[in-house]
């Protein structure tokens, strides 16, 4: 694929266009004036074919292909509950695939194309680097006229819709989307899962909701998608998921003043005793002015950033007291999860209940003791020091037994694709909770 020149266009699209056209149409306009609208139109066509060549036809929506060996980005309520699905890409090629991990609260997953190489696709880039304003090409399937089982068949092809729009806002709070970019691009029923794309040629989001009245779900002017910087975070971990969950970040027992700030930080209005946010050093009076690399103006910015991490992800807080400015460190926790018993030894991992007794392991912490005595995802923790265990409540209570620092043997069964499932013995020296 050719470089597009690295070329950002700062301004309001629809006020340049016009300007530009009304320039033209004044009299003794010459030929020369022309040029600067007809780059632009053959920047966004070129854009435009560049990406339908990555674009990924799903049963009921779209998706984008982003390595050329054929992972896909798609929603994840356009997969939801589904482990394999059909895929089409242009010009009717098809192969199976299969869904690597998922992250259903911020509404995104993975898919692996079987036997797939040399595809054309998408570069990630960097949706921090938005401005409003910006242009931005949609790409999809709208009401399925892309393919032959539209309501208006066109070729076999499979060619995608592409629309033209701009960005009309950053870091929208829309449910699980917390760090939306909004876009005017039509974004309609079948849109969904296909790329948000600069005129870099980078994917900067995955399009997935819209805003709609009266109640129709038809393009009202506003949509949503996930930002790409988002999704890059998650990336690692949904390519070791399994098909499975990745679990966002949380910091529970923490109350945030929820009013308008004027842009000068979340203030913290309370702090949970024994919490992750207390253990963490955070203190009633406190405001947070920086998450990361990104600058917090209010409540509602921290809250959104928050889920664009997945949990077990390190984060720094800059917080600011009435003797400065300081940074705290803190390992987030599982979104809508209890808190664990902190004084408990620490494993690592995140489960649910599997079929048959025991519990699953969905997954494995960097760093944690469980990644370090091998434990692996997809393992079913059978037994703790020959102590059966049946769910995921008997094993947080046998936990609650063991302090940080002691040893436990798991059993554990592990059946990788393909082989014969086989028990294990894994001893483990269990950690304190990371802050």
């Not at 998922?102 to 401005?131: H, N, T």
């Not at 076999?156 to 449910?175: I, K, N, Q």
């Amino acid at each position: 694929m050719s470089t597009i020149p690295h070329v950002r266009i700062r301004v309001a699209p629809h006020a340049s266009l016009l300007a530009v056209a009304l320039a033209l149409a004044a009299p003794g306009a010459g030929l020369a004036a022309a040029d600067p609208v007809r780059d632009l139109e053959r920047r966004i066509v070129d854009v435009a074919e560049r990406a339908s060549r990555a674009f990924a036809f799903l049963d009921n929506g779209s998706g984008v292909v982003v390595s050329a060996d054929g992972e896909v980005l798609t929603n994840n309520h356009v997969v939801f509950g589904i482990r394999r699905i059909e895929v089409r890409l242009s010009g009717s090629r098809k192969f199976i695939g299969d869904v690597v991990g998922r992250e259903p609260v911020g509404d995104f997953a993975l898919l692996k194309l079987r036997d797939a190489q040399g595809l054309d696709f998408l570069p990630i880039g960097d949706s921090d680097r938005l401005s409003v304003g910006e242009f931005v090409i949609a790409i999809g399937n709208p009401f399925r006229l892309g393919n032959r089982n539209g309501y208006f068949p066109t070729p076999a092809s499979f060619e995608p819709t592409v629309t033209l729009g701009s960005v009309t806002g950053l870091f929208r709070f829309r449910g699980g989307y917390s760090a939306a970019i909004q876009t005017d691009a039509a974004i309609n029923p079948g849109n969904s899962g296909g790329p948000l794309v600069n005129l870099d040629g980078e994917l900067v989001g995955i399009n997935g909701m819209i805003e709609t009245r009266f109640p129709n779900r038809v393009h009202s002017g506003v949509g949503f998608a996930v930002p790409s910087a988002q999704i890059l975070r998650y990336l690692p971990r949904l390519r070791e998921a399994k098909g499975g969950e990745v679990p966002r970040g949380d910091l529970p027992g923490l109350a945030l003043v929820q009013e308008p700030s004027g842009g000068g930080g979340a203030q913290v209005r309370a702090v949970t005793p024994g919490s992750l946010a207390a253990r963490a050093g955070l203190r009633t009076g406190d405001t947070i002015v920086g998450l990361g690399s990104y600058a917090i103006p209010g409540w509602v910015r921290f809250l959104g950033l928050i889920g664009t991490f997945p949990a077990g992800e390190e984060v720094s807080l800059r917080v600011r007291r009435a003797d400065g400015e300081t940074a705290i460190p803190v390992r987030l926790a599982v979104f809508g999860q209890a808190e664990q018993d902190p004084n408990a030894g620490y494993l690592g991992v995140w489960l649910e209940d599997a079929e048959g007794g025991g519990v699953k392991v969905l997954v494995v912490f960097p760093d944690s003791p469980a990644q370090k005595a091998g434990i692996e995802i997809g393992d079913v923790i059978l037994a703790i020091d020959d102590k059966a265990i049946a769910d995921t409540d008997a094993l947080g209570k046998e936990m609650k037994a063991h302090k940080p620092g002691g040893k436990v043997k798991l059993k554990v069964r592990r059946a990788p694709e393909g082989a014969e499932a086989k028990e294990l013995e894994i001893e483990v020296t269990l950690g304190k909770h990371p802050v």
